[in-house]
Nanobody, 124 residues
Framework: QAELVESGGGSVQAGGSLRLSCAASEGSFMFDLMGWFRQAPGKEREFVAAMTENGEGTYYGDTVTGRFTISRDDAKNTAYLRMNSLKPEDTAVYHC?????????????????WGQGTQVTVSE
């Protein structure tokens, strides 16, 4: 059973940047797909980004395209999410996901493993 642990969350002012990290307890090379979802209080879970093992495929949610960048370093068993030009509406708990069960990258049911999440708060 793999474990995903996120870090790098925190509080930042609008326009600022953060980089989230996701450390996998097992070799991330085994994960065909790794990605990020987020959930704000009172809102549905939202797809943020995903990347295939070889990096050939990257996917982004409409609200973060052009501002967020996903990457992964399989040698370090780690995935990253670089977030620039942050907005208050980006405030949420960000969850790392991994393990391809089939389906579209945007669908939370596609992923086998979920991290506990890291809080990101963006103030005006």
């Amino acid at each position: 059973q793999a474990e995903l642990v996120e870090s790098g969350g925190g509080s930042v002012q609008a326009g600022g940047s953060l980089r989230l990290s996701c450390a996998a307890s097992e070799g991330s090379f085994m994960f065909d797909l790794m990605g990020w979802f987020r959930q704000a209080p009172g809102k549905e879970r939202e797809f943020v980004a995903a990347m295939t093992e070889n990096g050939e495929g990257t996917y982004y949610g409409d609200t973060v395209t052009g501002r967020f960048t996903i990457s992964r370093d399989d040698a370090k068993n780690t995935a990253y999410l670089r977030m620039n030009s942050l907005k208050p509406e980006d405030t949420a708990v960000y969850h790392c996901v991994a393990g391809y069960l089939g389906g579209e990258p945007y669908n939370p049911r596609t992923y086998h493993y979920w991290g506990q999440g890291t809080q990101v708060t963006v103030s005006e």
